[in-house]
């Protein structure tokens, strides 16, 4: 009998083994690969527990039934967007690989105003509702229950007694901390409010930890935001207080922006979008594109166009983010710059929030400034903005980090900027930062402790399980 269940045990092992050889490989970049499979091969059975529980970067099969159900619904917004079509020039084949990937085109006829001030944005948005007329969607990870959400919440209150239609969708693990007093908030106030990929246990999801880190707001269909900014204190961390980075948009480009949160909305009700996202009419000369991104989509999106830009910078490259940990395509596309002759210049937060992924992202520090990338630390505060610059003909601004996080298992947004006026916006900012930062030296960076040496290196370990 003994013999009977070592042998069953053996063989259920190497079943496990096999079975990861045809599954492990789906949609994976080869060092989530080689880690899984080496993690299964020498423990089967606790090595496929762990799979079972976040081993799937996708989502389930209603999900991408529902998805798919909403492909003509982008499609008409795209194809009625065709009328402001973007003339892009030699910037057209970026366009075109991002509206393969995210389904949006390239827009003319914006107004993008570049605000990197906490309050004034929370202040404007404030206004903006007080000022709508149909309706207010809110598309966010976090919303708390704090002074800011309640003063946001308040003004929701408002345009709800003036007859406004007033939805709000939030991540409930981004908001785990707010999310019962949020949600009892918004209802007190009128609000209709659901909750972003919420854990299901009979329809779950492939993995607890796939979020929606959108922030997207649309009031009546005219003016829209999008950034890395919560409805949140900006020092809801003790200690901690951020500096964030959003674009307040009218013009053509907010269709693109209601028909992702009117998408996502949708797919966490299922019911379709009742009518067709109204284009708004052109305010402005700003040529802009959004860029959607996460599991529901084939590919990645903005790790996509990142690694390819990346390889076509002639000049100069400026990455902002307050997470970073790249993959081997966007490492070997910076170390490639750099060999080229491209000042590559990343600028992180110089304060910590994450202290794992602090960690991690530090395991990587020394071969890039080997290869002669810059990093900069942002003092003071958490530059918890998300953009990129590349030789003034491109700037990114949204909600991904450079992080395999946002590239693989986050719901993103990006917003794609193109005029010279509004890179240069950009640009501008960009150098304030730099500014505000401390330049790391690779002769000072390789002094560090030993024991920080190996938490990096065993932090980064966990990064090639995702």
């Known amino acids: 009998m003994s013999f009977d269940v070592d042998f069953l045990w053996y063989m259920a092992e190497w079943a496990i083994r096999i079975g990861a050889l045809l599954v492990v490989p789906q949609r994976r970049s080869p060092a989530a690969t080689r880690a899984w499979l080496l993690l299964i091969f020498f423990l089967p059975v606790p090595g496929l527990l762990l799979f079972l529980t976040i081993g799937s970067p996708q989502f389930p099969a209603w999900r991408k039934a529902r998805f798919r159900t909403l492909e003509p619904f982008f499609r008409q917004t795209a194809e009625a967007l065709g009328a402001h079509a973007a003339d892009l020039g030699d910037r057209q084949p970026i366009a075109q690989l991002a509206s393969t990937l995210g389904h949006m085109p390239a827009v003319d006829g914006n107004e993008v105003e570049l605000i990197d001030d906490y309050d004034k944005v929370i202040d404007l948005l404030v206004a903006d509702i007080d000022g709508a007329r149909r309706y207010v969607h809110l598309l966010v990870y976090i919303f708390a229950d704090d002074a800011v959400g309640q003063k946001v919440a ?96 009218t013009g053509p480009i907010v ?25 708004p009419a052109p305010t402005g000369t700003a040529q802009a594109q959004l860029l959607p991104s996460g599991a529901d989509y084939t590919q990645e999106g903005f790790e996509t166009v990142l690694v390819w830009q990346v390889h076509q910078a002639r000049e100069r490259i400026v990455i902002v983010t307050p997470y970073f940990i790249p993959d081997e395509d966007l490492l070997g596309a910076l170390h490639t710059a750099t060999a080229r002759g491209v000042s590559v210049d990343i600028v992180l937060s110089g304060v910590v929030d994450q202290r794992l992924v602090n960690l991690s992202q530090r395991s990587y520090y020394d071969g890039l400034l080997t290869a002669g990338v810059k990093i900069h630390l942002y003092r003071g505060y958490l530059l918890h903005a998300k953009n990129v610059g590349i030789d003034g003909r491109l700037a990114v601004v949204g909600s991904s980090n450079v992080d395999l996080r946002s590239f693989q298992l986050n719901q993103e947004v990006s917003l ?28 000072e960076w390789r002094r560090r402790p030993v024991l920080h040496r190996l938490g990096e290196n065993i932090a980064r370990l966990f990064n090639s399980l995702l």
Do not use: C
């Not at 966490?268 to 067709?276: C, V, W, Y």
């Open 416 to 443: 794609l900027l193109y005029d010279e006026a509004t890179v240069a916006k950009v640009d501008a900012i960009q150098r304030g930062y730099l500014e505000r930062s401390d330049l790391l030296k690779l002769e």
């Open 255 to 279: 269709a693109a922006m209601e028909a992702i949160v009117r998408g996502d909305w949708s797919l966490e009700t299922g019911k379709p979008p009742a009518s067709p996202v109204v284009i």
């Open 154 to 249: 308040a003004a929701l209150g408002r345009a709800v007694s003036r007859g406004v239609e007033a939805r709000v969708m939030f991540d409930p693990v981004g908001s785990h901390r707010w999310r019962k007093g949020t949600i009892e908030l918004l209802r007190g106030h009128g609000v209709d409010v659901r909750e972003a990929l919420p854990w299901r246990f009979i329809r779950g999801r492939a993995r607890r930890d796939m979020r929606n880190h959108r922030k997207l707001f649309v009031i009546d269909g005219v003016i829209g935001y999008a950034g890395s900014q919560n409805l949140v204190a900006k020092d809801f961390r003790p200690g901690v207080v951020n500096h964030e980075l959003v674009a307040r948009t």
